[in-house]
């Protein structure tokens, strides 16, 4: 069983779309990420939350929108896709808020907006 | 707010050889440290983490790091190399603060040579 999964995998796009990329974890973590990863592979916290509240949001474009449904689902919604969104994007999950535990990662999306 | 640096964007290294990947980090108390590394295509996996005591780490597939709080460094080790460990290493710092982000140096990639 995956243990943090994401869909899809690969995601192309144009311009101005709207699209979604959903995140689940069985692990039975209380707290969840996304995070982007650009083309020179820097990776960079976008949102935290923990038990559905939101924790982190870093100077993320409101065109991105976070929503978790539960604990064990964090999906990220974008809105009028640019071509700089293009990036892969993981989800992670830890047990718990508070900074020392370990975060797992999802497979990535590789987002491409054309 | 913390930082990290891996001064080496990429390392080529002989199988058989020894590896040092390097990482100093930035952050007002006693840190939470995380080494992970991305294989091609895919997620990240933690190799190992320091959270308090023993300075020397042991990690998974023969990796070792080791904390020097008076250098702010954490630099990762491994005796002999296998041609699969060839990937991206990034090490990262995670904060105390609510919401357990963690930043993210910007990697280093180890090639290996047969």
């Known amino acids: 069983d995956t243990a943090v999964s994401q869909t899809p995998k690969y995601l192309v796009t144009q311009m101005g779309n709207d699209k979604s990329i959903k995140c689940e974890q069985n692990?039975?973590?209380?707290?969840m990420y996304w995070y982007k990863q650009d083309s020179k592979k820097f990776l960079k916290i976008m949102f935290s939350?923990?038990?559905?509240?939101?924790?982190i949001n870093e100077t993320v474009p409101n065109r991105f929108s976070p929503k978790s449904p539960d604990k064990a689902h964090l999906n990220l919604h974008i809105n009028s896709l640019e071509l700089g969104d293009s990036a892969v994007y993981f989800c992670?999950?830890?047990?718990?808020?508070?900074?020392?535990?370990?975060?797992?990662f999802g497979q990535g999306t590789r987002l491409t907006v054309v | 707010a913390q930082s990290v640096t891996q001064p080496d964007i990429h390392i080529t290294v002989s199988e058989g050889a020894s590896l040092e990947l390097r990482c100093n980090y930035s952050?007002?108390?006693?840190?939470?440290l995380f080494w992970y590394v991305q294989s091609p295509g895919q997620g990240l996996q933690l190799l190992l983490k320091?959270?308090?005591?023993?300075?020397l780490v042991q990690g998974i597939k023969g990796f070792e790091a080791e904390f020097k709080r008076s250098q702010s460094s954490f630099n990762l080790r491994k005796p002999s190399v296998h041609w699969s460990d060839a990937a991206e290493y990034f090490c990262?710092?995670?904060?105390?603060?609510?919401?357990?982000?963690?930043?993210f140096g910007g990697g280093t990639r180890v090639l290996v040579k047969p």
């Open positions: 992670a999950s830890s047990p718990y808020q508070g900074g020392n535990t370990e975060a797992f």
């Open positions: 692990l039975g973590h209380d707290t």
């Open positions: 939350y923990n038990n559905k509240e939101l924790i």
């Open positions: 952050y007002g108390a006693t840190p939470y």
């Open positions: 320091y959270f308090s005591g023993d300075t």
């Open positions: 990262a710092v995670g904060a105390r603060a609510a919401g357990n982000k963690l930043t």
